[in-house]
């Protein structure tokens, strides 16, 4: 079994408006996390630079915010380019909220391959984590994503106070719109933020991750933020539920674990690492 690695860089930090009440990046809920509007070109490319030394396959451009204004089009067009120039077999996703067709083709010529916008939680939830936009701008940017000629890359977040059936009802949300890859997080829990301090039991993720792999039988199905936290060292049982990717390295404001032993363990356990998104 081959697995795929991508790495993600938080190239705009802390600095969004709206009220998700799972996302420490909120200004509304003050958390303490780095904050900056631009983080440097030369540190993007750097970054994406480690992340194919750490064989990352993926590399994702992520901005805090609800969507795309030009300034941020043109610095992510900007950070895309750049990366490609030093690493240009990597494949760039983006992942910069709500957009138009338009401004995702833009994106595309770029170099941006796939675009990520995760619906995050069942349509039936969704006003419980979310009052200043709503669920169906995130479904129609997915759609928006597919007409654009973007790989779609969509998921959600679990753990937030949602019911079983609200679980089964985000993944097949998900799966309507067919997706390549499918990010599975693990919600993890922050003082500032004002939902629950739970941490999802091991048992209930296994399970979200073998209905991902029922329902989505061809897609990447990626486990990415609360990995560590759920799993801890039994992170790996997540393969043999169904998932074939990981997200190596740091999260968005959180600390992930290092590249080198997640490598180091698909290794001993006989997994391969994927050298390419479409193998």
Known sequence: MKVYLCAISNISSGVCAEDCAFCTQSTKYKADIERY?????????????KAKSSKAIGFCLVTAGKGIDDKILDFICEAAMAVKKEVPDISLIGCNGTASV??????????????NHNLES???????????????????????????GLNLCTGGIFGLGESKEQRE?????????????????????NPAL?????IMKKSEALEIIKKARELMSNAMIMVAGGRELVFKDEWPLILKAGANSIVVGDYLTTKGEEASKDIDILTKLGYEIAQSCHE
């Open 102 to 115: 338009e401004q995702l083709k833009e994106l595309k010529k770029a170099g941006i391959e796939n675009y």
């Open 194 to 198: 004002p939902l629950p301090k739970h």
């Open 169 to 189: 009802e985000l993944l097949k949300q998900i799966a309507s719109l067919n997706p390549m890859s499918v990010p599975i997080n693990f919600f993890h829990p």
């Open 122 to 148: 069942a349509k039936s939830f969704y006003k419980n984590i979310c009052t200043t936009h709503t669920w169906e701008e995130r479904y129609q940017t997915c759609l928006n994503a597919k007409e654009a």
């Open 37 to 49: 509007k631009y983080k440097s070109i030369k540190k993007i490319v750097q970054e994406a630079k």
